[in-house]
């Protein structure tokens, strides 16, 4: 980060500051005063998927008190599945949320990728992705059969155990022509799609291996339609298949520009419904700002995807008339208060984009039943949410580990709460693990930095206790989401002013 933009940025917060504290600690100074170092969330956020890293870490990795593990995921099938992401405070890893993360961290590596690279980090996205991409390709080991999950959930949650200690059935499942499940197989494609973007200026073998996987994946999603319930009650699809196959065809669209997929999302218009939440399991909100600038940019019969991406921005802004989803009485939207925080991330990233969109094409903003929000006041409101978990908020708490001066010390995270076998080396027993370390109030013995937590309730309270799964447990889609809402907030004046620097992509 350049040191004078930095201090720029750094002079207007104190100023801001000083002038809150001269007109006391009003409820309109607490939410205008704030200044958040936003590269620096940006960092953090990404550098959280390092210490979610399964399989054999390389040389370079940055999150310290990991070590290698799962290394024989795959094996009683013959197949290599080692690699991928723990998807959250648990050892398991779920192809169909891992699929949305890593769509959603190439969508920021695309759409904001001037902002991450002004912020030093455009290296070290591109190797998330690729950290997920790379156990995609492994697990799609043949056109139509892609493994979904490793490791059995229901024995996986019965222990509190480091990922390198871990003896619970690595139970594999997968998805096949006889047993198919779109929505898996679909947002797989949506990953290599998007994730072929990210790669394509500077890689172009891996950028075709990428597209060339992904076309083979939504074939697989289309012609072999069924439900994906086998992560279920962990990840069960309550909204169906077609937001995952207009996703993934949008995607695919960007990424190869082929009449296929623009017929694709012709054909089926009328799948698409207005919606109030972006979540790995209803993705049609991500498949509309895709085909709304397609719409913008002249293809007309897609309009319905612009009216209903217009839909999500009144379900969301207060006043508009036709709200769906509250705001707590500090003003983080509210939709459920289980890691409510992926709901917050995921909207901001949307709001975030689609006013860039709106903004773009030259239109004045959004019309809702009792008002009109033009694409500064959406993007403002968006701005509120990331301001709130990074500490504006009526606790003045950061819901992001390791940011800030208060945060989660607790995170329900098996790894992060057990001491790294680094310090600890011999092996913590399923049964250990919880008499020993899950029920402490001792601080997690490893900052798992980066890692935002479930979030607070509907009236802006949080405990600090690692046992409330649903406030306290990290997971990789919030992150990937936040990437790209940190992103949009880097500097703009600041960065605008200084030449992209191109070196910031090479090293990975
Ligand atoms: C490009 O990607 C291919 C396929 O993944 C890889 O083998 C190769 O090393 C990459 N080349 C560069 C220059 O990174
Ligand atoms: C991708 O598919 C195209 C067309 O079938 C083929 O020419 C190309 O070699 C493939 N690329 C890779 C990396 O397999
Ligand atoms: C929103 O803008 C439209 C078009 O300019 C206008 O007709 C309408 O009255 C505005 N609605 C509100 C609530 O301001
Ligand atoms: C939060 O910070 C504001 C402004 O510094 C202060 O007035 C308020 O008392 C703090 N709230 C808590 C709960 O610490």
Not at 1 to 9: A, I, S
Not at 335 to 347: F, G, I, K, S
Not at 487 to 504: G, W
Request: aromatic residues 12%; hydrophobic residues 35%.
């Amino acid at each position: 980060m350049d040191l004078k933009c930095q201090g720029l940025v750094l002079v207007v917060g104190l100023v801001l500051g000083l002038v809150a504290t001269d007109q006391g600690s009003t409820e309109s100074s607490r939410l205008s005063a704030r200044s958040y170092d936003y590269g620096n969330a940006l960092k953090k956020a990404i550098l959280f998927f390092e210490g979610q890293r399964s399989g054999k870490l390389p040389s370079k990795q940055r999150v310290e008190w990991r070590g290698d593990s799962a290394l024989t995921d795959g094996q009683q099938d013959k197949v290599k599945l080692v690699g991928g992401y723990y998807d959250a405070g648990d050892n398991v890893k779920f192809v169909w949320p891992m699929s949305f993360t890593i769509t959603l961290l190439s969508w920021v590596g695309i759409e904001f990728r001037e902002q991450v690279s002004y912020a030093g980090q455009l290296g070290h996205l591109r190797t998330a992705v690729r950290w997920g991409a790379k156990f995609l390709l492994r697990a799609h080991t043949s056109p139509t059969v892609l493994y979904t999950q490793v490791g059995d959930g229901s024995t996986d949650h019965q222990c509190w155990e480091r990922p390198e200690d871990m003896d619970t059935p690595r139970t594999l499942y997968k998805i096949t022509a006889d047993s198919p499940g779109t929505e898996a197989a679909a947002d797989a494609a949506a990953a290599l799609a998007s994730a072929s973007m990210v790669f394509r200026s500077d890689n172009s073998t891996y950028w075709s291996k990428l597209l060339n996987r992904s076309k083979l994946l939504f074939e697989f999603a289309n012609d072999y339609r069924g439900s994906y319930q086998a992560s279920c009650p962990f990840y069960c699809s309550f909204s169906g298949y077609q937001d995952e196959l207009l996703w993934a065809a949008a995607w695919l669209f960007k990424a190869t520009n082929d009449a296929k997929y623009q017929k694709f999302v012709l054909e089926n218009i009328e799948w698409s419904r207005s919606v109030s939440e972006f979540s790995w399991d209803n993705k049609y909100i991500g498949a509309q700002v895709l085909l709304a600038k397609e719409y913008l940019a002249g293809n007309k019969n897609l309009r319905k995807y612009k009216t209903d991406a217009d839909a999500f921005v009144c379900s969301l802004m207060p006043n508009s008339g036709s709200v769906q989803i509250q705001t707590t009485p500090g003003g983080l939207l509210f939709t459920r208060d289980t890691a409510n925080l992926q709901y917050v991330t995921t909207a901001a990233l949307v709001l975030f984009v689609y006013s860039k969109t709106l903004k773009s094409a030259g239109l004045d903003g959004v019309q809702c039943n009792s008002a009109n929000f033009s694409a500064t006041q959406i993007r403002a409101f968006a701005k509120s949410q990331v301001d709130y978990i990074l500490g504006n908020n009526p606790l003045n708490f950061s819901y992001m580990v390791g940011y800030g001066n208060a945060y989660s010390k607790r995170i329900h995270h098996r790894g992060a709460s057990i001491p790294s076998i680094n310090v600890l080396p011999r092996k913590v027993s399923c049964k250990e693990g919880f008499s020993t370390w899950f029920p402490t109030n001792d601080p997690n013995p490893n900052t798992h930095v980066g890692a935002i937590v479930g979030g607070p309730d509907s009236n802006d309270r949080f405990n600090d206790v690692r046992s409330d799964s649903s406030h306290l447990e990290p997971t990789t889609y919030i992150n990937a989401a936040f990437v790209g809402a940190a992103a949009a907030l880097i500097e703009e004046q600041c960065f605008l002013r200084q030449p992209f620097r191109s070196s910031a992509v090479a090293s990975e």
